[in-house]
């Protein structure tokens, strides 16, 4: 199993990244698919989620980016994405993409994308 | 809702055990058994050791064990070795939309 996730950067307050995360070595298409990032030097925080096509789709996220960033899955090309708008200095952080078929538990992780939001 | 509380540093000898600490709420730690507890390495992505508060995922050493007791979960480190030096997180469900939420990290250092 595999998570490469892409898309980070340098980016000035107040604009817009996609993080991508494509996924190999297992049913895509049935995982629940996290984003959790970890600021430099802190500790680790859930970000937000995609259910699978069956359960519909849904996205739940945690309040510090609730409305600004969306998480979407695209099951034929096998990726989850993070669209991140209206970033703020405190967004500064590696995002890792991450599932595990245990609940809330995350047994496979992605080696992460920095981010970085600076003028 | 706030993340878990941890002790910000925990050590022990080679040989020895250290347990961890994680205290939740009624909102979380205290109404599921849905812990988990990561360990990571300097540079390296958070590796899962125990889920649904006392289960290993295969090829995690039995020298790692989990356990909770109301709001608050513990991790214990029996045998402690030089590679078990790293930053620990525990994790818990905290609901059907806030998923879940994190303790702040341990830092255990074998002495």
């Known amino acids: 199993m595999q998570l490469v996730e892409s898309g980070g950067g340098l980016v000035e307050p107040g604009g817009s990244l996609r993080l991508s995360c494509a996924a190999s070595?297992?049913?895509?298409?049935?995982?629940?698919m996290s984003w959790v990032r970890q600021a430099p030097g802190k500790g680790l925080e859930w970000v937000g989620r995609?259910?699978?096509?069956?359960?519909?789709?849904?996205?739940d996220y945690a309040a510090a980016v609730n409305g600004r960033f969306f998480v979407s899955r695209d099951d034929s090309m096998n990726t989850v994405f993070l669209q991140m708008n209206s970033l703020r200095a405190d967004d500064t952080a590696l995002y890792y993409c991450a599932t595990g078929q245990m609940v809330a538990a995350f047994e496979h992780w992605g080696q992460g994308a920095l981010v970085t939001v600076s003028s | 809702q706030s993340a878990l509380t941890q002790p910000p540093s925990a050590s022990g000898s080679p040989g020895q055990s250290v347990t961890i600490s994680c205290t939740g709420t009624?909102?979380?730690?205290?109404?599921?058994?849905?812990v988990s507890w990561y360990q990571q390495h300097p540079g390296k992505a958070p590796k899962l050791m125990i889920y649904?508060?006392?289960k290993r995922p295969s090829g995690v050493p039995d020298r790692f064990s989990g356990s909770k007791f109301g709001d608050t979960a513990s991790l214990t480190v029996s045998g402690l070795q030089a590679e078990d030096e790293a930053d620990y997180y525990c994790?818990?469900?905290?609901?059907?939309?806030?998923?879940?939420?994190f303790g702040g990290g341990t830092k255990l250092t074998v002495l």
């Open positions: 995609v259910k699978p096509k069956s359960y519909g789709e849904t996205t």
């Open positions: 009624s909102n979380d730690v205290g109404v599921y058994d849905y």
């Open positions: 070595g297992f049913t895509f298409s049935d995982a629940w």
């Open positions: 994790s818990s469900y905290g609901g059907s939309s806030i998923f879940v939420v």
């Open positions: 649904e508060v006392t």
